[in-house]
T-cell receptor, first 113, second 117 residues
Framework: GIQVEQSPPDLILQEGANSTLRCNFS?????LQWFHQNPWGQLINLFY???GTKQNGRLSATTVATERYSLLYISSSQTTDSGVYFC???????????????FGQGTILTVHP | DTGVSQNPRHKITKRGQNVTFRCDPI?????LYWYRQTLGQGPEFLTY????????KSRLLSDRFSAERPKGSFSTLEIQRTEQGDSAMYLC???????????????FGSGTRLTVV
């Protein structure tokens, strides 16, 4: 099956700093999502981004599908950004997407005040 | 809509007992997924329903695991004869999609944390 690797595994920042999280995947994908898992375990979808660049406030993401990687940028980090960030990909044969996701191991982000 | 709801939030059970978890998806979503997450790992796919039909099961889902989605609404995940290795967070997610329509609205519940002692 497809392999998803995230780096770095851990990241510690001071509030206000910027950061870049990386996701590499081993094969072509039909979809890619970034999630944030808060300290209570809730997974929140941040971006659907199979290719290109998207921005949402202080967060932006870029996926270069031909080179099999995606980047998540966090600018002016806040303590509420702490948690685990997961990249998840979908790869399906044929034309029908059914949403089965393969997750990376995550990046644990800690933002100190 | 209140999102994807999972019950119970926590379950402690003795090895060998059966447990059942419930997931109520977002009402207009036709797809429902179960994942399992162990400490320090990302979620792993277990199974998937489109409406009431269970269309795929992971090899992680042994014969002791069974999932149902009667009438295409809520879903239950049952684990029989629990083992300590079953201890994990069980996550449910729902979305809407169909042939030729990209999956959208992927939403996770808060999970059920199972501890087998």
């Amino acid at each position: 099956g497809i392999q998803v690797e995230q780096s770095p595994p851990d990241l510690i920042l001071q509030e206000g700093a910027n950061s870049t999280l990386r996701c590499n995947f081993s094969d072509s994908v039909n979809n890619l999502q970034w999630f944030h898992q808060n300290p209570w375990g809730q997974l929140i979808n941040l971006f659907y981004i199979p290719s290109g660049t998207k921005q949402n406030g202080r967060l932006s993401a870029t996926t270069v599908a031909t080179e099999r990687y995606s980047l998540l940028y966090i600018s002016s980090s806040q303590t509420t950004d702490s948690g685990v960030y997961f990249c998840a990909v979908e790869r399906h044969a044929g034309g029908t997407s059914y949403g089965k996701l393969t997750f990376g191991q995550g990046t644990i982000l800690t933002v100190h005040p | 809509d209140t999102g994807v709801s999972q019950n119970p939030r926590h379950k402690i059970t003795k090895r060998g007992q059966n447990v059942t978890f419930r997931c109520d998806p977002i009402s207009e979503h036709n797809r429902l997924y179960w994942y399992r997450q162990t400490l320090g790992q990302g979620p792993e796919f277990l199974t998937y329903f489109q409406n009431e039909a269970q269309l795929e099961k992971s090899r992680l889902l042994s014969d002791r695991f069974s999932a149902e989605r009667p009438k295409g609404s809520f879903s239950t995940l049952e684990i029989q004869r629990t083992e300590q290795g079953d201890s994990a967070m069980y996550l449910c997610a729902s979305s809407f999609g169909d042939v030729g329509i990209a999956n959208y609205g992927y939403t996770f519940g808060s999970g059920t944390r199972l501890t087998v002692v």
